[in-house]
């Protein structure tokens, strides 16, 4: 039994070793990602326990998976192989055509991550953890994978979401909205991960307050905004907090959120503040972004302390 | 207007940096192969034309295909661009289980590649050439490539065909034998490239004599007959060669058919004899499964000359 | 026949794996460049079609360029295989001594390139380009390529120039001077690329306003004033912009000239205006600069849109 | 509870990424070996479950430890992080100035995994395993280290030893001998590992039939005698089987030996017969000396399977 | 004879080849280093001569860094081979938790650097030197070492001491400065290099003012006052100097007080202001800090010059 | 004053980090080679000192090749910087056509080695070696290279040539035999290094024996006469030796001629007889081309000794 579980697709990354588009590119790096599963790493690294529903494909991929996770300490009871079909992979490009940005080129369309299914979510598991996790990619890879979802967030205590909205995995971004915001209404959401670019589709509001204003009115109780480089707010019962962006050296900034939103929840759920919640949350992202993978950097509670006591820009 | 002209799927190939199971490597090269583009390449390093009828998808890889196949000298007029979807790729696990042995994980269903139809196939360019070219794996990978094929043997001067059965791509090797055989019946094969496996499954023979005197039955003029690490047969009116493998560092075996193919019947189709062509042939496989990479080290007739001439295993 | 045709020595760059003087570099990653082949890539990726007149030895460096050019889309008929010597190459050491600085040490004297001659100079396929382009790199690797740009510029509709003086290559700074001063007087430059210490050398002034007043009065009708980190400006009809410099991480500052006038030119002669072709110029020198490699990354007219609508320093 | 439990110390490597003296050496690949984690690894590739006593120290390579185990499925309950001093390390110099050959630099001495003591080992884990094994290297390592063996050997069930005589370990190779003979004399040892030198060392024979009676008397049941490239032989009951090696391109032979092992042991305790579990052994072995690592190529009983039918020399 | 001479600790340097917690780094970048050899080249660079007095391991590594100091011109006479123990090595690990910092992980206890002892330290060879340096690391790692520093300081014509207090390698700060002070006191020093962190540690202050008016009452001649980031002040007969950082991309900033104390030293010992030898060692502090490697980009003076004169932030 | 000269130019070399043809290799890995330097490096191993007589350019390679001949402990009192021109490189194709063999691509005419002259050739040094080595590169390179060892010749005590002829160093063969053999009938050579190849040039026989009567008739006395992979025979007194080859993993062949030679002729010296003298030749020519790099892997006398001990092929 875990204090945190997580729904959605753990996936193999190839980062490109060196910058620019794919095809000048000539070695790729493998990493595992996958948004919820950085997410997972994050609240276990901040020492709360964390487990993993998903599925992955009866091969290598499928496998490494398996076994990063499970180094990681995520609880991979939950992660089930599927015989049926492939593990889910990603390219990144880095640098191009926007420098200290990256592109994701996905090969997931029918992967075994995508068939996460309601059978898959425990009821038992599910009730016995403090909070339930997942994000608008699993609401988007498949009608199953969202079914998982709402069967999970009925039966969880408490519930986040990060509304995560990758244009490529909708067929329309009024999809996206008519995929989220009914979820939104339907369960109270202890904390919402979102930014600006996602509320203008969910809410066509941009504003930090206009949104936790209309958030709070669908029942949301937490709201984490980010700002990107310009750092990230936190409001709860009317209380806002703002922690500027650290200026670092950006390798890829993939991850950052899942980063952000891993480390400001396990905090949050053990009882921090969330301005405190939030500074760790900045410092979790500040550091990944300095490297390729999500997750590897993504800092311990005390490690960020020392981030956010040492670093100066 | 070019002397040869294959149909098939090009491919970006994701090779391991070090050997073994796939979970355990960290770095990967990429390389352009695809068995026909393969054999393409084999066709112009001996001095022949050679244009790729094919599908790509709208993204870097697709891009990185047809940059290669123009740098290496092919004719990319008929390499459509196909937005609807992705470039098909595949991972080259090296060495595991069977060291100097290779296992290739496709990430092609429903890739662009696997998308190509008649309608691609243009006749005035298909009559122009002196040989068509195509193989097992284009008549696997979808009904509509098939039919590409059939439409170019149909209105093809001459053809040649590579059986080169991947299990992994029929869903069962009966399907396989039900495809196959019926085209060897139809269409008279100039060059028939296969080994004992494919054969087996066709035919149920696999001695080279028996097997040369069966696809004679069915219309083949001349058989390429591939023994592995043993060498090759080549058999042409009833007259037969045989060349004995050279041991050498094995890096990769992939691809190594498909220079044998490609340096045999560039060179048959140029007059030269079926033991000529067949040295040259094994000289071709036998570079390439030194390195990583199907096809940058295929050979032009005159280095496979020196090869023939000055290697001592 | 193309829109754009370039005169030049395209080299094979081995750039220096890590930073620092060469003889502690390890490993040196190979590149296809050379001034006018940049440029002409530059050219390209805005959607001109681009020719490069030059000449390479008969060696694996001279088909790397031939194949590299040909995979970029340049038109390759007049690239000569010269069998009497061998191709041009150079070294990057970067960041040594001036972090984010590169310097070039070249293997280049009595090679193919600076023996092109103005015999490579086809009169009719200049006479159908509407632009003809070299640098003063061309000017000063031999005396023949010297002449190949005169008669090349004699035929020409019209001419662009980058004055690219590198110290290195000439005997002296006056040779320098009494080469390209001649030349701006004799012909009539639609597009003189240039900076402040070149301007120094062949007009004794610095100033912008002023260097364009005197180059004006030499016939030159746009001009295209690189300031390095600061930015650029552009001046036609006594009309001028300015464009400032994006700060970005700096790998290798190699090529970035050449991306800005390749593009910058490129869009010109499709009649866009001069601060429109200085923006684009400007987000594809600050790309190029990101990476080892002077030209794979130089942006499509709609990547470096997206950079400069996307890009956030 | 798990089937087999090994003692001994989990160490990191270091690799040299290309062959020679390591002061010509520039990079080094890390990988996570140890002998007994390695014998563990095979274990569970056989598909016995298999718990490590050991110590790592408070630093990330102890954490690398650990997390690889775990990712490996090794029960790592016992594995103690010890806060008193660092984690054990060592090099491998690769093929000088014997070709295929490895020689290792330790910086093991005062390790944490030295200080492997009696405290840490577990009556009530011990008693429930079928088989507990150690080495000579955990004999040799410390005073703690030996005395913690003899505790698990005295509350085993039934135990193996691989002699593993590694001279720069031991004070003298009399101070060996002395601190093994007396231990095979002490404990029944289900399965002794050992070849033709260590065993010269023990009993002063080479010859296979005489360290089998020799080792017999002693009170071992079943004999692995390993021949090093010429294969290995298994005695039980006076039966004896022999299995030759299989030429294949060394990368570095170090792990073969505990690959084999495990394997053997593995197998050997599912009631496989000697020449089965043999051949199996020796599978892992010619697999493993292919690359850098000793551990991550270890087959499963299936991929070992397949090696055995499909490998061909 | 030579006209530095420094006496401590070289070792074996394993960088990162990617940021991040050692336990996710997978490839190692070997270098030569030591604060006292990094010292020596900086001197060296600045075109004094210089010599190491150290011990090193009969080994690979020993081997490596005396060919290494041999090299780079270092007077290896007394770098002598230890036959009893190893040579001393330590990890970096870059930009974690901190970015653009690194953390240092040794494996130097007991070995043979750290018994450096008073025998090794020649009479004539000390006297016939114009300056004897060493560290605060040196009179840490061992009394013995301590004891040789002491014994070169007692027979100098001169001396400088870079207080680094590296708190790991003290038993506690009071230990640290229990230590140094005494010598401080006892030893006219020449130049003193130290910063805030062991200032406050020694002498309870940290302002610059303060610190060399407290340093000065010692018996220091010159104080060079390191800043971090900020920049460094030299201070001389109540005169002071101060020269602001530069801002690159930092790689690795291990090293940077070094090549800056060196460099100082150097060009102070050939008569320069403490202006112009506090921006030479500015511009090696800066230079060095873009690179892994603590030494091999040290400018030689002309060099800095050039990076004084040319480089814009 | 050194046991041993040798006159010939050192190279900077780039080897193909993966095999095949250059245009394919995208990164190259930099060593310090040429057939005099690894000459002195085997020469050194076996413990004579030894001196290169060279030149380099005044750039950064010719520093590289400097500081890493003084690290190898070759005095480069002799080796000169010529500021006139720069340093020679080369570049290594491994592996194509030929699988296991090398070609080079010389980067060297008009290099500062090849402008080697008799004013380079200090007379007392050269009286004082007990021989002087040089080969049939020195005497092709250029006509000032070749007076410099004819005045080398002139004034030695004794001489040791190595034929190694190049033919793409030579404008004919007839004009390697027109300067070669004048040299041999000349000077009495102690010890003659040559090969089936180059004694068919010089001598028009290949048979060992024939090579070592007619050798002997122009004066040589001692004849090392490589047999490629087959192995190496050597004479003296009319008594012959015969060596074979060891078969190992060929990496890249190039520098194992040289590697014996200095081998064969440090122990000839040192009063071993031709047998021993030729087996530790073969085994340092045997290690050597399991690797990159001409001489690293150069074995010392009892490392030699121990890789013919227990090496088994």
């Keep these: 039994m875990v204090d945190v579980i997580a729904l959605g697709e753990p996936l193999v990354q190839f980062n490109s070793f060196t910058s620019g588009p794919l095809r000048f590119v000539n070695y790729f790096e493998k990493h595992i990602a ?47 192989v599927d015989k ?3 593990t889910g992979i990603y390219f990144i490009q880095r640098g191009y055509p926007i420098p200290m940005k990256s592109e994701l080129i996905y090969y997931r369309k029918g992967s075994a991550g995508s068939r996460l299914s309601p059978e898959d979510v425990d009821e038992t598991y599910i009730r016995s953890a403090r909070l339930v996790h997942s994000t608008g990619i699993t609401l988007a890879i498949s009608d199953s994978a969202k079914e998982a979802v709402i069967k999970a967030f009925e039966l969880a205590k408490s519930r986040s979401l990060d509304t995560n909205i990758r244009p490529k995995l909708w067929s329309s971004l009024e999809k996206a ?36 204003r209309k958030y709070k009115e669908l029942g949301v109780k937490v709201l984490l905004y980010k700002l990107g480089a310009k750092g990230a707010m936190a409001y709860k019962d009317n209380v806002k907090a703002f922690k500027e962006g650290y200026k670092v050296q950006v390798e890829d900034p993939t991850g ?56 100066k820009t």
């Design 84 to 86: 049926e079909t492939f």
């Design 177 to 212: 909205r008519e995929t989220i915001l009914p979820i939104l209404k339907k369960y109270d959401i202890e904390v919402l991960v979102t930014d600006p670019d996602d509320t203008k589709i969910l809410l066509d509001v941009t504003d930090p307050d206009d949104a936790y």
């Design 34 to 80: 996958g948004s919820e599963l950085n997410f997972c790493i994050a609240v276990i690294r901040n020492h709360l326990s964390c487990g993993l529903i998903a599925r992955v494909g009866n091969d290598e991929f499928g496998r490494n998976i398996i076994e990063y996770s499970r180094a990681q300490g995520i609880d991979t009871t939950y992660i089930k």
């Design 256 to 311: 950052a959120g899942d980063a952000m939103a891993g480390t400001f929840i396990s905090l949050y759920l053990q009882g921090k503040g969330i301005e405190y919640s939030l500074a760790h949350g900045i410092a979790a992202s500040t550091i990944v972004i300095t490297v390729r993978g999500d997750n590897e950097l993504t800092p311990t509670t005390e490690d960020a302390e020392r981030f956010l006591n040492e670093f």
